[in-house]
């Protein structure tokens, strides 16, 4: 059973924007606190945005202001609006059950001219 199905992800400039939507199943994601997070090349795991379950949202600061965290309980899907994306935002980014320690397989960003 997967949990999450990361999609959105793809190739685009800098300064440009994707939208990431992961679709959500089997555990009760409206008690969830959820999170994207990414690996670029060669580095580790960092935590991109969380989101609780009272909407509250929490930035790394690489990507506040230009990233938004959202999530819609009624149809069990997180997004991540990725904006004036830069070349260090390269990475698979993943959607995580907080909660539950759930982890999505991943989509792929690419950010290159």
């Known amino acids: 059973q997967e949990h999450f199905v990361e999609s959105g992800g793809g190739l685009v400039q800098p300064g440009g924007s994707l939208r990431l939507s992961c679709a959500a199943a089997y555990f009760n994601f409206g008690a969830s606190n959820l999170g994207w997070y990414r690996q670029g090349p060669g580095k580790e795991r960092e935590m991109v945005a969380t989101i609780d379950q009272s909407f509250t949202t929490n930035y790394a600061e690489s990507v506040r202001g230009r990233f938004t965290i959202s999530r819609d309980n009624a149809n069990n899907i997180l997004y991540l609006q990725m904006n004036n994306l830069k070349f260090e935002d390269t990475a698979v980014y993943f959607c995580?059950?907080?909660?539950?320690?759930?982890w999505g397989r991943g989509t792929q960003v690419t950010v290159s001219s």
């Open positions: 995580r059950s907080r909660t539950y320690g759930y």
